[in-house]
């Protein structure tokens, strides 16, 4: 199976190349600038280097000739926008093998590699293209499994987990809902010492204050009605390992202190029984409201929140992780075709330009889903727009909570701004939500110099 490097720091475009030259049996290891490069070099071997005119780094031409240099035998192909032509064919004239510019064709990569693999390779035998096996993706394993991205939010996250993990303090994760707080929990505890015992998550506010105690602490059979059989509480099941306690915000006031005292003490007692039991947990706790607020409103006990927050992690939303929309979105459809039992390579340029203009008010969960259902819905190799879900095509202001409401009595010229920002510019729709004719909106952009 001949190996390629693609050296190309357009995200976007290069998981999109790489699923492409998977499904067609290439193996493919991805760089995203020269120094990644030339570390791969470094440590692997290649048929074949793809790269992009353009790194943030260096330049193709410039790092085509070091490989010429270090390893004349792998032939080399420079990817190009079409106004970077003439400076592609003088490349090849310098040892290039051949251009392939963008958009790309999909017939004319593949004519390209397969002529540049053949040709300087006279001592190997002719590379079957057509009749090799399919190549084996590397398939997500499991459910939650941590993705690592690349913006500047995430690699603060990445260093927060590798700090933490391998203590046993207690953690609060703090993030909007749908942002992955339970993976990061999971991702916390698999890096821990206790990753060989149990990993138990709850969900807080699907638990009914009258049954908390029971589904924490565990039950006597007849300790109450419906207790046909003892039942063993969280805390026991976990015992040894780690207990996530998702929207801890939502336990009623009578509840928090039957934790706090189990958290304290490291026993507790289950319903109806006067034996105690000793436990040896790690708390991981997350929310979506800002408890301090609630400590301050007498909602949450303070005890309780410095006992959960030794140590808090910030869960980033999607809208602040821009950088890893696109190694998300293709995580997720590796995902879906997985359990769809499909092939979709990707996603067309203009449904990633959709994504990248798109709020994503669900976070992961939201993008998860949506690129679900647009690849069982897909019938090509791409996803295209005519698949994605109606709210991508709505205009912003739709997307206005119910409950703003846009007033010039106070603050006009904030209000304007506001108004500006939600409709992306649009002043039609500006001076629709304002309540105002476009004429008074373009007299008060003047009177108050908003460009």
């Known amino acids: 199976m001949p190996k390629i490097l693609l050296i190309e720091d357009d995200i ?153 993990s391998p203590t046993d303090m207690s953690v609060l994760i703090i993030g909007e809902s749908g942002t992955g707080k339970e993976i990061i929990a999971k991702s916390i505890h698999q890096q821990s010492r206790r990753k060989d015992s149990n990993f138990i998550a709850v969900d807080c506010g699907a638990i009914p204050k009258e049954l ?87 909602d949450f006990r303070e005890d309780l929140y410095h006992r959960i927050n030794e140590f808090s992690i910030q869960s980033p939303s999607l809208k602040d992780r821009g950088e890893d929309l696109m190694v998300f979105a293709d995580y997720f459809l590796e995902k879906a075709n997985q359990q769809l039992h499909k092939e979709v390579i990707g996603f067309s340029p203009e449904v990633v330009s959709i994504f990248q203009n798109y709020n994503w008010p669900g976070n992961l969960r939201e993008l998860q889903n949506c690129v679900k259902r647009a690849t069982l819905l897909t019938r090509g190799d791409f996803i295209e727009s005519d698949v994605l879900p109606a709210e991508f095509f709505q205009i912003q202001t739709q997307q206005t909570p119910a409950n703003e409401v846009f007033s010039l009595s106070e603050n006009e010229k904030e209000t304007i701004i506001h108004a500006l920002s939600k409709t992306q510019n649009n002043k039609s729709e500006a001076a629709k939500l304002l309540k105002i004719t476009r004429k008074t909106l373009y007299n008060k952009l003047k009177q108050y110099n908003i460009e």
Not at 20 to 40: D, G
Not at 84 to 101: E, H, L, P, Q
Not at 232 to 237: P, Q
Not at 267 to 296: C, F, H, W, Y
């Open 12 to 164: 976007a475009f290069c998981k999109l190349l790489e699923k492409f030259l998977i499904k067609k049996a290439y193996n493919v290891t991805i760089a995203f600038s020269a120094a990644e490069a030339r570390e791969a070099v470094k440590n692997e071997s290649f048929d074949l280097i793809l790269t992009d005119l353009r790194l943030p780094d260096s330049d193709g031409i410039g790092l085509m000739s070091e490989f010429k240099n270090s390893h004349p035998h792998i032939p080399v192909i420079l990817m190009t926008g079409y106004s970077d032509v003439n400076t592609a064919v003088k490349a090849i004239k310098n040892g290039a093998a051949d251009y392939i510019s963008k958009p790309f064709n999909p017939d004319e990569v593949l004519l390209v590699i397969t002529n540049a693999l053949q040709a300087p390779k006279v001592e190997e035998e002719e590379t079957p293209v057509k009749e090799k096996k399919t190549a084996k993706k590397q398939s997500p394993s499991g459910e939650n499994e941590f993705v690592k991205g690349i913006s500047v939010a995430s690699k603060k996250l990445l260093d927060h987990i590798q700090l933490v």
């Open 212 to 298: 908390a105690a029971s589904e924490f602490f565990g039950h006597l059979k007849g300790s109450f009605t419906g207790a046909i059989n003892d039942k063993k509480g969280y805390f026991e099941a976990a015992n040894g390992g780690t207990l996530f306690l998702d929207e801890i915000g939502n336990l009623s006031y009578e509840n928090q202190i039957q934790l706090l005292r189990a958290l304290q003490e490291r026993k507790i007692k289950p319903v109806g029984s006067n034996k105690e039991i000793n436990v040896d947990i790690r708390i991981i706790t997350a929310t979506n409201e800002d408890l301090r607020e609630a400590v301050k409103n007498g």
